[in-house]
């Protein structure tokens, strides 16, 4: 039996780049930095003052102020950015959709409501138990209610449920949400992942393990992937969502084809909790698994969306495409980085890299990678520096990667 | 002092349930005519007590069902 074929049909974004996905894409192909200094609180004493935050939000655009108390902000991410997917997808009209009972979410997030978990604990100290906590409290954090709120506002009453695995959620969720489609529990998967943790422990958090960029003065300058001097990645927030549909439902309804996803790789590397395994072993599985999974040679991707988190570990992901595509990684493979302009959106990020790597296939051009004007030696690979640039690619990959030693990589094929 | 007592009650139930003044009168029930649920008549019931400095036990709640009902809860409680 032949296997079901995944159409991408509809995208939704909302990045420290703009507010929709022809917003964060004119950022991309400007070579904007949207990282900025932190506004949502006091960053006294903190290492780090410099993020990535989502500017001029208004979530009464996509629903009523009563909906804004009940939902942390990643969950209001996540609906705003469903509204959009459908909308560029021509579903806008619950009519024109498939049967709801086949339409599912797979929305995700890394970290889930810490900002509410954070401001509820202050009240609680401050108020006491009684009044100190809303009793929505509970639904407005759990990370599963990104798409719970998203079913409701939708109808949609397929799968639902999130899954998480850190830096590497909303690759995973796509990846999961073309898996059901695929076994024929669903027609129609809203699928990615949504951060918001630009807050007091949040960023204390990924500075006390030292991971961040501490070039306070240069904000624009400090996510930097590949460069020789980079220090550490840039927080960024955000959601990006994908409307995935089986081929011959999305050709049936005549639905406008964005790209089609053709491949998936999924594993571990068991190797240790935040640092990547030795040559990026456990990476290098994950991208072959998923090139066999696509059914195609590693020379014909012509374009990477790298993890390239602005780390030490842009080295090891470097020698991973090398273990992978050879000769094909010196010469004709362009990779980069688009976390060195929206930063890092963390269980958001897979989402919103596989929409960018739809686009890049559908209009023929890749978004660079910024800041890079003296690489690592031991980065040498065509990372698209500084400029956007044209290009014919009919193969795209993206990795996501993520603390706990988790790998997943999606393959995307010019529609 | 009674009808200081409503406005200011059906202030705070605008700003909860996120609904018009004038969809607002004593004979209007939270869930059956303001779009409440179990979750958003206990924050009412939270913000009410915070308003008004009163403590409204559990079990009172559950007869607080129209928007009279609180009006006269909180008269009786103030006076």
Redesign the interface.
């Known amino acids: 039996m032949t296997r079901r074929r995944i159409a991408v049909t509809g995208t939704g974004v909302m990045s420290p780049l703009g507010l929709t996905m022809n917003e964060t894409w004119g950022g991309l192909m400007e070579g904007r930095s949207g990282i900025g200094p932190i506004t949502r609180f006091d960053t006294t004493d903190f290492g780090t003052t410099i993020a990535g935050e989502v500017r001029g939000f208004d979530p009464t655009v996509y629903f009523?102020?009563?909906y804004v108390?009940?939902m942390d902000l990643f969950i209001q991410y996540a609906v705003a950015c469903s509204f959009q997917a459908l909308e560029s997808a021509g579903l806008s009209d619950e009519a024109s959709r498939p049967d709801p009972e086949r339409c599912g979410v797979f929305v995700g997030a890394g970290l889930g409501g810490i900002i509410t978990i954070e401001k509820t604990h202050d009240s609680l100290r401050e108020k006491g138990p009684?009044?100190g906590v809303?009793?929505?409290f509970v639904?407005a954090i759990i990370v599963n209610l990104a798409a719970g709120q998203i079913s409701l506002f939708h109808g949609l009453k397929g799968p639902n449920f999130s899954h998480t695995s850190a830096c590497s959620t909303g690759a995973h969720s796509v990846g999961e949400a073309a898996r059901t489609i695929e076994r024929g529990d669903a027609d129609l998967m809203i699928a990615g992942g949504t951060e918001a943790t630009i807050s007091p422990l949040g960023v204390g958090g990924f500075n006390a393990a030292r991971a961040l960029s501490t070039r306070n003065d240069d904000p624009a300058g400090a996510s930097r992937p590949f460069s020789k001097d980079r220090d550490g990645f840039v927080m960024g927030e955000g959601c990006g969502v994908m409307v995935l549909e089986g081929w011959d439902t999305a050709k049936a309804r005549g639905a406008n084809i964005i790209a089609e996803l053709v491949g998936y790789g999924a594993n571990a590397d068991a190797h240790h909790i935040t640092a990547p395994s030795p040559n990026g072993e456990g990476a290098q599985r994950c991208m072959k698994l998923a090139l066999k999974d696509a059914g195609i040679e590693p020379s014909q991707v012509g374009y990477i969306n790298a993890h390239g988190t602005s780390t030490l570990a842009d080295t090891i992901e470097t020698r991973a495409i090398k273990g992978v595509f050879g000769a094909h990684a010196e010469s004709g493979l362009a990779v980069s980085s688009t976390k060195s302009m929206h930063g890092h959106l963390l269980g958001a990020a897979g989402g919103i890299e596989a929409a960018i790597c739809c686009e890049a296939l559908r209009v023929g051009k890749l978004p660079p990678t910024i800041n890079l004007h003296d690489p690592d030696p031991e980065c040498d690979l065509d990372y698209v520096a500084n400029t956007a640039r044209d290009a014919d690619v009919e193969y795209a990959l993206s990795n996501s990667f993520g603390f706990g030693g988790t790998n997943a990589s999606l393959v995307f094929r010019r529609a | 002092m009674s009808a200081e007592v409503e406005s200011q009650i059906i202030e705070i139930i605008c700003e909860?349930?996120?609904v018009e003044a004038s969809d607002v009168d004593t004979s209007k029930s939270f869930m059956d005519d303001l779009g409440a649920d179990s979750?958003?008549i206990?924050?009412l019931v939270?913000a009410l007590?915070?308003k008004f400095d009163v403590k409204i036990p559990d079990d009172e709640v559950d007869g607080l069902q129209t928007v009279g009902h609180a009006v006269s809860y909180i008269t009786q409680r103030l006076g």
């Open positions: 009523s102020k009563k108390r009940q009684r009044r809303s009793p929505y639904p | 909860q349930l996120d979750l958003a206990v924050e939270l007590e915070e």
